[in-house]
Structure formats: structure tokens, C-alpha cells
């Protein structure tokens, strides 16, 4: 059975760092994409950006919103996707989720998702 | 960016009736679409993948069509665990993009 479970979320003042993790299991983890969203209740759900498999260099898309300020790394070893978040904004408050995507190329439609974890950006 | 209308914004409706959910794209992402249904607190749930193939164990009820611009979300007959939000993403290019949402209420 696939797992994703997302961990790393808080409060965190603006201009902040905060790295998000993703640890997976039930699947080859470098066999595939990983791609992150995130969701507010204002903006509804957003694409964050995504890396791709190892087969396909593991390497990565951003929004043009995070684009500078999020990093999207992997462990195989451990089979755990990171979201590192610099330079945080309060517009970056949301809900994020990883996702597992179907191929290793394409961030596309994820059938597996995480529970998802709060990040909070304020002072 | 590619931008994704969904229609409507909100949807009162009984159960045992046919809904419809549309998406409009604003250049065509041929059928790269996918549709999700959410609930309170829970990660979406994938239903209906390049636009009209249905998700493995989703019920046969829920049904998608279109291609280019405009897609539809179908529930042939609403069941009282439908009522949730529904979106559309499409990944036809970068960055992918969602729909605003639709959330299915009780009539």
C-alpha cells in the first residue's frame, strides 16, 4: 500500500525558513515523480512544483510564485521527499501535500496524496 | 498560465439526480485533465484521469467527457457521499492548474 505522510509544518515568522518532509513507502520511490501542492482557503488549491525521477535526472519545476525561495529535493535512501521554504511570506500560509505521480517524467493527475501539514506564516 | 473556469461555484441538488460540473480551459490542454473530489479535511481524491478514463474502485456514476477547452464532470445519480467539492486540474503544461471548485450541496 502507498503512504505519504507529510511532517514539518508550524508557525513560522515571515522571512523564515521552514523544510517540509515526505515520507514515503509501498512503492519504489525513485521510479517516480513527486510533486507538492498546497491549499488556502482564499487561493484554493495551487501547484507548488515538482522533481522528477531518477530515471529522468531528478530534475525539478516550480511555480512562478516560489520560484527563488522553494527547493524540492529527494533521499532515495530513505525514500523521503523535502520542501525547503525560504524567505517565507504570509501568502505562503496553506495546507501542503506531496503527491506520488504516476510517471517518472510528468508531474500530471496523483491518485496518492498525503494527509497534508499546516504551515502557518506569521508574526 | 493556463486558466481553469469551473462552473458553477455552487451546486444544491438532491439525492438520486444527474449533476453536471464544467470546466473551461483557456487554450486547449487536449485531454490532459483530471478531476478531484474533496471532503472536509482530506486530501483530494482522484476520480477521473485524462479527461475521461475512471479512476480504479471510483463508482461507475461519475463520469468525465470533453477535450480542447471545455470538460464535463457528470454523477449520473447523486448518492448521499457525493456531496463534497469537486475540482479540475489540468496538467497539460506548466504550471499545472486547478479549477476554483465546485461544492455539491444538499437541496
Known amino acids: 500500500e502507498v503512504q505519504l505522510v507529510e511532517s514539518g509544518g508550524g508557525l513560522v515568522q515571515p522571512g523564515r525558513s521552514l523544510r517540509l518532509s515526505c515520507t514515503t513507502s509501498g512503492f519504489t520511490f525513485g521510479d517516480f515523480a513527486m510533486t507538492w501542492f498546497r491549499q488556502t482557503p482564499g487561493k484554493g488549491l495551487e501547484w507548488v512544483g515538482f522533481i522528477r525521477g531518477k530515471a529522468n535526472g531528478e530534475t525539478t519545476e516550480y511555480a512562478a510564485s516560489v520560484k527563488g525561495r522553494f527547493t524540492i529535493s529527494t533521499d532515495d535512501s530513505k525514500s523521503i521527499a523535502y520542501l525547503q521554504m525560504n524567505g517565507l511570506k504570509t501568502e505562503d500560509t496553506a495546507v501542503y501535500y506531496c503527491?506520488?505521480?504516476?510517471?517518472?517524467?510528468?508531474?500530471?493527475?496523483?491518485?496518492?496524496w498525503g494527509q497534508g501539514t499546516l504551515v502557518t506564516v506569521s508574526s | 498560465d493556463i486558466q481553469m473556469t469551473q462552473s458553477p461555484f455552487t451546486l444544491s441538488a438532491s439525492v438520486g439526480d444527474r449533476v453536471a460540473i464544467t470546466c473551461r480551459a483557456s487554450q486547449s490542454i487536449n485531454s490532459w485533465l483530471a478531476w478531484y473530489q474533496q471532503k472536509p479535511g482530506k486530501a483530494p481524491k482522484l476520480l477521473i484521469y485524462?479527461?475521461?478514463s475512471l479512476q480504479s474502485g471510483v463508482p461507475s456514476r461519475f463520469s468525465g467527457s470533453g477535450s480542447g477547452t471545455e470538460f464535463t464532470l457528470t454523477i449520473s445519480s447523486l448518492q448521499p457521499d457525493d456531496f463534497a467539492t469537486y475540482y479540475c486540474l489540468q496538467h497539460n503544461s506548466y504550471p499545472l492548474t486547478f479549477g476554483g471548485g465546485t461544492k455539491v450541496e444538499i437541496k
Open positions: 485524462k479527461a475521461s
Open positions: 503527491t506520488r505521480d504516476p510517471t517518472s517524467q510528468f508531474s500530471s493527475s496523483p491518485r496518492d
